[in-house]
């Protein structure tokens, strides 16, 4: 069976205050302590959910607590956020039913985080996917985009929200997000201008600067100094756990994920940037003739900056600083604006720009959050707005904050009420009619659209003639002196003269939550809201393509001479249209309660608790809950939990779990009265009916223990006796067993050693016998081979001395002979052919031998060689012989060649691309490629000729052009003349009468003389006779008509090392060779 949980179990004070008894505030107030201090920050009223800001992280928002609270019932945990949020969730996929979360309270309680909470808790167990999870992740990151630009650091909060939030996250009918759209209110947009002492400004200023590259604050036109801002206050700058510049880089990064384009990135940093510079505009006096005082800016470099920003003629802004254009009917009227004005102008130009600004991020993040299909959604709205507030000081945003705060009220109670009603019918119960204070009267007081505070507000804001604050308080007195909520110093009946805690210049409201005394000064200001059309008409004059978006009545075609709506009416149009989307969604409601003002852990002050008791009307709420019957529980868990409280329903019943509950209570004997029976549920009037059922069950799950744990003492010890028992049987068997083995283990080892005994005498007999048998055989051996041996010595005496010099001349021979050739292959030498080593000969008689054996050896070893050659190896030694047979001890170059392989192709004739032309002029296979010089009969001087050479013909090119000079078959080729010195000239003597011998023979110069030579020589002998090589210091060579005389001479040293050719006439070349030695 699976065990169920429950609100009730391990319970810290009561989980749900509609069971707390005794009700008094004070009891209350000690409930909420008691679970605080226990790190239990979450108690109910029924479905409503108290929050207490712990100031420190709890691990209570973990993956595993997700899903611990994921698809359970509402009471069947201890209290949590999640357990609402999963509600909500459940309610909306499988009901269809829309959802709104409401979370209240003041500044610090947390109301942000824990709106977070309730949207990560969705994104958690909401469905997965690519388009899902864009989603999800697009709704969660608006979040630190708007907290930058609306949230602010404040004396009660480090990162208090300044404005409403409201947002419909929407749901496709399998219950995964869509989308989403955001709604705000009331942005408090005076904090840009003016802060309290001990806050600071919205989070993006800190942010900007602190965070910015330099190349960002550089375009820009800023500096990291919050100093240099007068809109910035210096004494809470810098905030202990805030890191500006690492938030910056969160923000950034979030606008890039729900959508922004870098261009709008970048177009909404100078907007922040040009507030701040706004802020640092200064007007000086400057006197006329007409005695008026007209202002002029005092440093215009800031205004210059700004206007470069924005796109903004310098001249344009600083006319609408210093003049102010009223338009009536057809009439246009130009006045000075004087210091304090244009101050004014200033501030309200900041604030107007700011807000703009706002509500713009908040219309682009809608527009990339917004649900993509026009089919119909479900919804779920979380509506995070400022709680009651009662500061020393309350003025016109108080004033607004608070009728919002009484509406949500109104709404709350109307809707509780009307749930509980509901439930009522739902369930079969009847209902009776719940008293409750119905705040109504006090919201008609203020938003009456004949004589409610914000209507004469509005009406005094647009009346003709001199209106101040005063002349507002005036009418108020008049109007409303009667209500018995409103409190003023000059009232009709006077009855507040003489109470001085009621200054002259206010009024005072009695609100649900308690007294508010509100100041009248700013209240017609801040209520105008006004901005002058000569900024807007500059603002929109500016060539920055956002500024024109924010500032539309800046249109002169579409000039609107009607003042515009008051902030009094567009928050309470705002208001009216919120509650009438709550009234058509199931509310779900967090209040969030500060535990203390030094926003520090584990403190709790009682006083500042229950102030925020009073006035989020939680003690109202829970009268309101507890009026009819205070708990209720579906008749399963409720049968399953009580069950043993019964013999008929205890372990099991059978029949349905109402008839089961019904059969609990009336063995219980609880009151008829204390009880109703609904139509899924059982309800139970008075907390201390439950109460004593969840003694009952205490004392019954205690017996229930001791039961059990005397039948499991029983049942472990029976269990043990009859292992032991077991065990017993077991090992005296084993030891029994263990025994006897012993006992014959011993009886045969003591048999085996008499048997060993008996067999060894008996075998010593035997062999006794044995030996003495082959004694007897081996002397009658011994005597038999002594007696035949002395036989044949005397018959063969005579013969032996004759042949014994013979045998042991052979055999001494024979021992030689082996000696001999294991000492040779001992000694063998390595097997390289030009290894000349070979042992020393050790005998004379073996001469011949020793020196046959060599010569095999060295057979063998060259044919071993001559068999890893590869054909192409075979073809390079084959020429290195041949060039051996030529020119070995007949030419002084030979030597030094020797080392040299014969590569062939010296130009790389193939692959150089100069030389593709003469490359493709030789049809066939170029054997070897040379560059050699051709010598002049004139001058002896030489001339670089490209020298080939084929199977057919050899050919004489340009080096650097690579044109065909000389082709000569080879059949012409009929002498080559080299001499024997240590030069590279050669001649070609070509066949007389031949079509080659025209121009003559060739001399011909060479560094690879040696291999061009072989080479010739071994083409000419494959096809034709043998070409002749003539090897002489003196040969004469055929130029044209004349034969020349080529004469080498051994050069001295003056002659340095390099051969020379030298013509001493007509007939005689003489080839001066350097010396070697």
């Known amino acids: 069976m699976e065990v169920k949980t429950s609100l009730l179990d391990n319970m810290i004070g009561v989980g749900d205050m509609v069971l707390l008894e005794p009700l008094t505030e004070d009891s209350f107030i000690e409930n909420l302590r008691n679970r605080f201090d226990h790190n239990e920050i979450y ?7 108290i929050s207490i800001n712990p100031y420190r992280s709890l691990p209570i928002f973990t993956p595993d607590k997700v899903e611990e609270y994921r698809n359970r019932n509402f009471y069947e945990l201890s209290p949590h956020i999640y357990a609402l949020a999963d509600e909500a969730y459940r309610s909306l996929r499988d009901q269809d039913k829309d959802q709104c979360i409401l979370i209240t309270g003041e500044s610090g309680a947390g ?49 208090s929200s300044r404005f409403g939030k409201y947002m419909d996250i929407e749901f496709d009918f399998k219950g995964d997000p869509l989308g989403g759209v955001i709604s705000n209110y009331l942005l408090e947009k005076s904090r840009v201008v003016k802060q309290p002492r001990g806050e600071r400004n919205f989070h993006v200023f800190y942010q900007l600067l602190s965070g910015a590259s330099e190349d960002t604050l550089k375009k820009l036109k800023l500096e990291r100094d919050f100093s240099k ?79 470069e920003l924005l796109g903004i ?90 009728y919002c705060n009484e509406k949500l009220q109104q709404i709350f109670i109307e809707l509780t009420l009307r749930e509980e009603q509901e439930e009522y019918i739902r369930e079969g119960i009847e209902w009776t009619n719940i008293e409750y204070f119905n705040n109504a009267i006090i919201c008609d007081l203020i938003e009456n659209n004949q004589n409610g505070i914000l209507a004469m507000l509005d009406e005094e804001c647009l009346r003709p003639g001199t209106v101040t604050d005063d002349t507002f308080l005036d009418k108020l007195n008049t109007v409303c002196a009667e209500h018995q909520h409103f409190e003023s110093r000059l009232s009709k009946n006077s009855k507040f003269l003489t109470d001085h805690s009621l200054p002259h210049s206010c009024f005072r409201i009695q609100h649900y939550a308690g007294k508010v005394l509100y100041r009248v000064e700013g209240f017609v200001d801040k209520n105008n809201d006004l901005l002058y059309r000569d900024l807007s008409q500059a603002m929109y004059k500016a060539n920055h393509s956002l500024i024109k978006q924010l500032f539309p009545e800046g249109n002169p075609t579409k000039v609107n001479l009607k003042r515009p709506l008051t902030a009094g009416f567009q928050f309470k149009a705002s208001v009216g249209t919120l509650m009438r989307n709550l009234q058509t969604k199931n509310p779900n409601y967090i209040r969030c309660i500060k535990p203390n003002d030094k926003k520090a852990a584990h403190i709790f002050t009682e006083s500042l608790v229950c102030h925020q008791v009073r006035y989020l009307g939680l003690m109202e709420n829970v009268r309101v809950r507890r009026a009819g019957y205070a708990f209720r529980q579906m008749y399963e868990p409720c049968l399953e939990r009580y069950k043993m409280l019964c013999k008929q329903t205890w372990p099991h019943w059978r029949g349905p779990a109402r008839e089961g509950v019904e059969v609990l209570m009336a063995d219980l004997q609880v009151p008829a009265e204390e009880f109703a029976y609904g139509r899924s549920k059982i309800f139970i009037r008075n907390p201390r009916t439950l109460f004593f059922l969840e003694e009952r069950r205490r004392q019954c799950l205690e017996d229930l223990a001791t039961l059990i744990q005397k039948i499991y003492r029983g049942w472990k010890c029976r269990t043990q006796f009859l292992l032991l028992k077991k065990s017993q049987v077991v090992v005296a068997a084993w030891y029994r067993r263990y025994a006897q083995q012993k006992k014959y283990q011993k009886i045969k080892s003591a048999t085996t050693v008499v048997q060993s005994f008996t067999r060894g005498w008996k075998a010593r007999k035997i062999l006794r016998e044995l030996k003495y048998q082959k004694r007897c055989k081996e002397a009658v051996t011994t005597i038999a081979a002594y007696w035949h041996g002395t036989q044949v010595r005397r018959e063969y005496r005579k013969f032996f001395r004759a042949n014994a010099g013979r045998k042991i001349y052979d055999f001494t021979i024979q021992r030689i002979m082996q000696k001999y050739f294991l000492g040779l292959k001992s000694a063998m030498s390595a097997m390289s052919p030009i290894n000349k080593n070979w042992p020393a000969r050790p005998y004379l008689f073996l001469d011949q031998t ?18 890893q050659f590869t054909e192409e190896k075979k073809a390079v030694y084959e020429e290195k012989l041949e060039a051996s047979e030529l020119f070995k001890d007949k030419k002084a170059l030979y030597p030094s060649s020797v080392s040299q392989p014969f590569i062939g192709d010296y130009v790389e004739i193939r692959k150089n691309p100069k030389y593709q032309k003469l490359n493709s002029a030789v049809e066939e296979k170029v054997l070897l490629a040379d560059v050699v010089n051709k010598i002049n009969r004139a001058n002896g001087k030489g001339a670089a000729r490209i020298f080939l050479l084929t199977k057919s013909s050899f050919v004489l090119a340009d080096q650097k052009t690579g044109q065909v000079k000389a082709s000569v078959p080879l059949p012409d080729l009929t002498s080559v003349s080299v001499s024997t010195q240590n030069d590279g000239f050669f001649a070609l003597r070509l066949k007389e009468g031949s079509a080659s011998a025209a121009k003559g023979d060739f001399l011909l110069s060479s560094e690879h003389l040696i291999e061009i030579i072989t080479k010739l020589y071994r083409v000419g002998a494959t096809d034709r006779e043998q070409l002749s090589i003539d090897i002489s210091d003196e040969f004469l060579v055929q130029f044209k008509q004349d034969k020349v005389c080529v004469k080498f001479l051994q050069g001295g040293p003056k002659n340095g090392n390099s051969v020379s050719c030298k013509r001493k006439n007509n007939r005689l070349l003489e080839v001066l060779v350097p010396s070697t030695a």
């Open 43 to 49: 108690t109910y009223i029924g479905s409503v959910v």
């Open 111 to 159: 109301k942000t985080e824990a709106s977070k909470l309730v949207m990560s808790y969705v994104a958690a167990v909401c469905g997965k996917g690519q388009e899902v999870n864009k989603v999800k992740e697009q709704l969660l990151q608006s979040n630190p985009v708007l907290e930058a630009f609306g949230n602010a650091k404040t004396v009660r909060n480090d990162n």
């Open 229 to 307: 801002y007068n809109y910035l206050s210096l004494d809470s700058a810098n905030v202990n756990g805030l890191d500006d510049a690492s938030n910056f880089r969160t923000v950034r990064n979030a606008m890039q994920i729900v959508g922004f384009m870098e261009d709008e990135v970048q177009s909404v940093l100078e907007l922040v940037a040009a507030v701040l510079k706004l802020g640092n505009i200064e007007f000086k006096p400057e006197s006329r003739c007409n005695g008026f005082d007209e202002s002029r800016v005092k440093d215009k470099n800031d205004l210059k900056e700004m206007c």
């Open 313 to 402: 003629e310098q001249s344009v802004l600083e006319r609408a600083f210093s003049y102010r254009t009223v338009e009536a009917k057809m009439e246009k009227v130009s006045t000075t604006l004087n210091v304090a004005q244009a101050y004014y102008a200033r501030d309200a130009l900041a604030k107007n720009l700011y807000s703009r600004l706002f509500s713009w991020l908040v219309a682009r993040i809608n527009e990339s959050i917004k649900a993509q299909t026009k089919s119909r959604h479900k919804v779920m709205g979380v509506l995070d707005i400022y709680g009651f507030e009662i500061f020393e000081d309350n003025s016109f945003e108080q004033f607004i904050i608070n």
């Open 850 to 867: 020793h020196t046959e054996l060599r010569r095999i050896f060295h057979l063998w070893r060259c044919k071993k060689y001559r068999s």
